[in-house]
């Protein structure tokens, strides 16, 4: 197994938002852009080395504190969202996060929504949503991402992410969860899901 030299350093929930997120920009640039979409080994690292401890912290309840603020709620949002897929990537750990991300972005979606964040900060805090097996909680995902696109269409990558929305749409619809999924949390593919399986390329990061 790798080593990694965990950091302990305590961060702020502007430090987690800042290094997710970046300065806020209509146009994320493409290392921001590599970071959210991309599967890449040093990307990963960084996440485990940084914020490993972290996460163990906020499923300790460490961290509710940081609820009360906006800038905490989108900095949870990352910790229980984005880190655990990154931290343990191919093993099926990284979804025992899952139902802490869902439900904390179904309790704290209007709050943020109407809040002054960022649109693409908006945006990544319906993706545990729109990633989700259980049909009500992507559909209030998908209606936000579909809202957040209507009212910024001149920006050009909230309709990559609309597109993970999409996409995971219709494999729900067809096969009422997602294929890329059942080997790593060890179910069966049924026949149509194996032949969807090896046909497809994995365009999105979130499919799986």
Known sequence: MERIDLMVHSFSEA???????????????????KLWFVKDKRNDYLVRRHFLSLL?????????????TDEGC?????IYGQFPMRIFRGNKIQFSYEKTSRQYARRNLEKIM????HVYQKAIFC???????????????????????MRYSRTSWLGYI?????????????????????????????????????GVSNQFEYIS
Not at 16 to 30: K, M, R
Not at 56 to 68: P, Q
Not at 132 to 141: N, P, R, T, W
Request: a negative charge; charged letters at 25%; aromatic letters at 8%.
């Open 15 to 33: 430090e987690v938002c800042q290094w997710w997120f970046g300065e806020s920009s209509d146009e994320p640039d493409g290392d921001r852009l």
């Open 56 to 68: 163990t912290l906020a499923a300790e309840h460490g961290l509710d504190h940081w609820h009360d």
């Open 74 to 78: 989108l900095a949870l949002s990352v």
């Open 114 to 117: 109407a809040s002054n964040a």
């Open 127 to 149: 993706l545990p949503l729109v990633c989700s097996e259980s049909i009500q909680d992507f559909d209030l995902g998908l209606e936000q991402l579909e809202y957040l696109a």
């Open 162 to 198: 609309r597109g993970i929305g999409r996409m995971n749409a219709r494999l729900m619809q067809q096969f009422g969860r997602l294929p890329q999924r059942n080997r790593m949390l060890g179910r069966k593919s049924l026949p149509l899901e194996r032949a969807y399986l090896e």
